[in-house]
């Protein structure tokens, strides 16, 4: 490496804090060190995803079908939990067209659109507003939630999607204290933690694995930058052993 690029990699230092028994010199002139011009973050080990089955037993597991909503809802779209307590009932468009309400996407889909003053305090993270195509499934859930929320009067008022349906105030945009107990109450009957950032962990994983181009899952998500992709794509033991294989049954082949 030439003395040039080496002296790219660190910059003069002073030290503000002296360790135990560094001699800085008669005159101070040994306080200033050389230091690492870059830092790279280490990756964060031990990220949690959910198994197919093991979403699928929480959404049968929630008793609630405005809870079995919200964990489909997560696990569907990659939605960050703040994104999707922010929803307003006029963001679901899950006709198969929504030409009536002056949206040209075809298909049901979901519009994720940052608000700076909804009740609850939620907010979607990104600056810019996204639209999330959701599956025939979601809607089934959705309209079964639908038919529970008519059962209470006051939740008529709320623009919101998320509202308190069985304690005060009803009718209510649903909190974030409020999911929290929520989900603390379906890991415990689960018998797993699930946490909402499980969710949104799992859908991007799996997009990745099923090879869904980058570029799209980092505009589902809602990323800016592709850099945030990294977090979410980690290989699993069986990805790795398919991979040694490949490459051993690709040294028989002539």
């Given at each position: ?41 280490i990756a964060e ?71 700076t003053d909804n ?74 933690a699930c946490r ?59």
């Amino acid at each position: 490496m030439s003395a040039s690029t080496t002296a790219l990699l660190s910059e003069p230092k002073l030290l503000r804090f002296i360790p135990p028994g560094y001699d800085t010199g008669e005159f101070g002139q040994r306080r200033e060190v050389q230091a690492a011009s870059f830092r790279f973050r280490i990756a964060e080990p031990g990220y949690e995803d959910l198994s197919d089955e093991q979403i699928r037993h929480m959404i049968a597991t929630a008793p609630r079908a405005r809870d079995r909503f919200l964990v489909a809802l997560l696990a569907c779209t990659g939605l960050r939990i703040g994104e999707a307590l922010g929803l307003h009932r006029g963001d679901m468009h899950l006709l198969t067209s929504s030409r009536a309400v002056g949206c040209g996407i075809e298909g049901p889909h979901v519009h994720v659109r940052r608000r700076t003053d909804n009740p609850n305090r939620a907010l979607a993270k990104s600056r810019f507003s996204r639209m999330v195509p959701v599956t025939a499934d979601l809607v089934a859930l959705y309209t079964d939630y639908q038919y529970e929320r008519d059962l209470v009067a006051q939740a008529a008022e709320s623009e919101m999607v998320f509202v308190n349906l069985f304690r005060p105030p009803l009718g209510g945009a649903m909190s974030y204290p409020n999911t929290k107990e929520m989900f603390d109450r379906l890991a415990r009957t689960a018998g797993h933690a699930c946490r909402p950032h499980m969710l949104r962990h799992s859908a991007a994983t799996r997009w990745l694995r099923d090879g869904v181009d980058r570029d799209v899952v980092q505009r589902l998500l809602g990323h800016a930058s592709p850099l945030s992709m990294e977090r979410y794509r980690h290989v699993d033991d069986a990805e790795a052993r398919a991979a040694v294989e490949y490459v051993e049954s690709a040294k028989e082949r002539p």
